[in-house]
């Protein structure tokens, strides 16, 4: 069963078993006002279905990590209906948050040993999602050994280990260079693909936006509000030459345009 709460009330997301519906989340008119007064969110709704790649572009503190912040459990909503429909979520940061002291192998089989999974199941899971992320070979490095790009690779293997149905994603490639980023991007559209999670993504790249994503939402600055929504026609699996097509380089100044409309 799914429960949700309702407005007035503070919202959570509220975590169930991996319900029937196809709607993983569910955002009604959240708000998030912080203690000090600051309104980071007003009158957010969101749906995030299977299937879908959902991406959120907005100006510089317009509430982004916030309300990835609030589908992750991580903060409460002040206000609005904040539902999360299942309890397998994963989360990747724009830090890649691994334990320099650790080896990628026990980095990635963290979450799944925190998750309580057997030694014998995490071996195997970790290894699956290390092969999945191309980082074979590299098991036994620290996270000092490996560069930025591996740096996410590995974090994402982390996440895979559990599973997501749900996966939300705090601009995780922000800081990689160009040609790391379009290669970490495809990589990212094979294992959606693949695996069958829904994505909540952020971003600062509209072109980024426009090639994982199969709708985009623009909000404005604060209090982020939802200004447009695109739906990304291009089917999947894409390939990376759509990106030098003129539907494609369209849709990136529409969502471009709209972004700048948004601006306060
Ligand atoms: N704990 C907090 N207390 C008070 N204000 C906060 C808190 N966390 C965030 N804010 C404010 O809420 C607004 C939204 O922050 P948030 O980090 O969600 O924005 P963002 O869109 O992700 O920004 P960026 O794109 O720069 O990463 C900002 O003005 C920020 O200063």
């Known amino acids: 069963m799914t429960s949700s709460m309702t407005t007035t009330a503070p919202a959570n997301p509220t975590s169930t078993s991996p319900a029937r519906s196809d709607t993983l989340l569910d955002f009604s008119d959240v708000e998030m006002k912080f203690p000090n007064g600051t309104v980071a969110l007003h009158g957010v ?8 790649f959902v991406t959120v572009v907005g100006p510089s503190g317009c509430g982004k990590s916030t309300l990835l912040r609030i589908a992750s459990g991580l903060e409460r909503a002040s206000q609005g209906t904040a539902a999360v429909k299942t309890d397998r ?12 002291w650790r ?12 998750n309580g999974r057997s030694a014998s199941e995490r071996t195997v ?3 699956e999602a290390i092969d999945l992320v191309g980082l074979s070979g590299f098991e036994k490095n620290l996270p000092k050994e490996l560069s930025g790009g591996m740096k996410m690779r590995a974090s994402l293997a982390r996440s895979l280990t559990l599973d997501p149905e749900l996966f939300l994603f705090d601009e995780p490639f922000g800081a990689l ?4 980023r379009e290669r970490l991007n495809d990589e ?3 294992l959606f693909v693949e695996k069958q999670f829904a994505g909540l993504f952020i971003t600062h790249s509209v072109s980024e936006a426009v090639y994982l994503s199969t709708r985009v939402i623009v909000m404005s600055g ?3 509000t939802i200004v447009d929504t695109f ?6 699996p894409r390939s990376p030459e759509i990106r030098f097509e003129a539907e494609f380089g369209k849709l990136v100044g529409e969502v471009s345009h709209a972004l700048r409309e948004g601006h306060h």
């Open 45 to 52: 709704d969101l749906t995030v279905n299977r299937g879908e």
């Open 89 to 100: 979520i994963g989360y990747v940061f724009q830090d890649a948050t691994l334990l320099p």
């Open 103 to 114: 080896t990628v192998e026990a980095n990635v089989e963290l979450l799944a040993e925190l």
């Open 125 to 127: 899971k970790a290894q």
């Open 177 to 180: 260079d160009e040609i790391t």
């Open 188 to 190: 990212l559209l094979r």
């Open 222 to 224: 604060r209090p982020g």
């Open 231 to 236: 739906d990304v026609p291009f089917p999947m």
